[in-house]
């Protein structure tokens, strides 16, 4: 598997103020924006763990979209995002069918090194959030897909230098661990509540370089503490998978 990009490390470890990104741009499409938002679980995980009133998180999501579908350069414009900074780091996710063929898997890496470097000319640490495979009752599933889910976005992020957080993977160990979990919609594609709190558990991971193990938020008790603990230790092991 490929590691983190040395351009990322560098740009993680001269993050103003230090240790962690404090603003986050989320780019994606319904797999953020199903279950309240992505982005507003990962920035209550943040804040009770760094105890940082001032972290912020937004997001640009469009239903059914590829990555390419979205006005980077509109996004990285702070007066766009009712914003007076820049953010610290975007993430990107593209369209679970981008990997299903290899024109779409290019014109995904093409756009995933394009971004990034926009990204980064512009002070923002670029990220890549992985996508998961479907169940079987989706129409598009065909056995063993996360393997070319893994493959693309590796590929892009060693292209791109971008971090690569594998969301898909986390779904995978999940499932291999415990068959009964419900971490999709059951419409076999979406994420439900429990895959939309282990993606934000293994975005937290990746990017504060810390444990989410023992963090208390669980979205108005609507995850259980013994789904709450298996997910964050999923998550955990994940990061520690690729570190």
Same mark, same amino acid.
């Given at each position: +598997?490929?590691?983190? !990009?040395?351009?990322?490390?560098?740009?993680?470890?001269? +993050?103003?103020?230090?240790?962690?990104?404090?603003?986050?741009?989320?780019?994606?499409?319904?797999?953020?924006?199903?279950?309240?938002? &992505?982005?507003?679980?990962?920035?209550?995980? &943040?804040?009770?763990?760094?105890?940082?009133? !001032?972290?912020?998180?937004?997001?640009?999501?469009?239903?059914?979209?590829?990555?390419?579908?979205?006005?980077?350069?509109?996004?990285?414009?702070?007066?766009?995002?009712?914003?007076?900074?820049?953010?610290?780091?975007?993430? +990107?996710?593209?369209?679970?069918?981008?990997?299903?063929?290899?024109?779409?898997?290019?014109?995904?890496?093409?756009?995933?090194?394009?971004?990034?470097?926009?990204?980064?000319?512009?002070?923002?640490?670029?990220?890549?959030?992985?996508?998961?495979?479907?169940?079987?009752?989706?129409?598009?599933?065909?056995? !063993? /897909?996360?393997?070319?889910?893994?493959?693309?976005?590796?590929?892009?992020? =060693?292209?791109?230098?971008?971090?690569?957080?594998?969301?898909?993977? =986390?779904?995978?160990? =999940?499932?291999?661990?415990?068959?009964?979990?419900?971490?999709?919609?059951?419409?076999?594609?979406?994420?439900? &509540?429990?895959?939309?709190?282990?993606?934000?558990?293994?975005?937290?991971?990746?990017?504060?370089?810390?444990?989410?193990?023992?963090?208390?938020? !669980?979205?108005?008790?609507?995850?259980?503490?013994?789904?709450?603990?298996? /997910?964050?230790?999923? =998550?955990?092991?994940?990061?520690?998978?690729?570190?």
């Amino acid at each position: +598997m490929f590691r983190f !990009n040395l351009v990322v490390l560098l740009l993680l470890s001269n +993050m103003v103020l230090g240790d962690y990104p404090r603003s986050i741009l989320f780019v994606g499409n319904s797999y953020f924006y199903y279950n309240d938002s &992505m982005h507003n679980h990962v920035e209550e995980l &943040m804040k009770e763990s760094f105890r940082d009133a !001032n972290i912020v998180t937004k997001s640009s999501t469009i239903g059914g979209s590829r990555l390419h579908n979205h006005d980077i350069d509109h996004l990285l414009v702070p007066e766009n995002l009712q914003r007076n900074e820049q953010v610290d780091m975007v993430i +990107m996710q593209g369209g679970s069918g981008e990997v299903l063929n290899k024109s779409s898997r290019k014109k995904f890496i093409k756009t995933a090194v394009e971004y990034s470097l926009k990204a980064r000319q512009k002070g923002v640490i670029p990220a890549l959030f992985m996508t998961h495979a479907y169940l079987e009752n989706d129409y598009r599933f065909e056995p !063993n /897909l996360i393997q070319k889910i893994e493959q693309t976005y590796f590929q892009a992020g =060693a292209e791109s230098g971008a971090l690569v957080i594998p969301v898909g993977s =986390a779904y995978e160990r =999940a499932y291999a661990k415990n068959n009964q979990i419900k971490l999709h919609h059951p419409d076999g594609t979406h994420p439900g &509540m429990l895959g939309t709190y282990l993606g934000a558990c293994v975005i937290f991971a990746f990017i504060t370089n810390k444990s989410p193990i023992g963090l208390s938020y !669980n979205y108005l008790d609507r995850v259980s503490k013994k789904d709450r603990l298996f /997910l964050q230790q999923i =998550a955990w092991e994940v990061y520690l998978e690729y570190n």
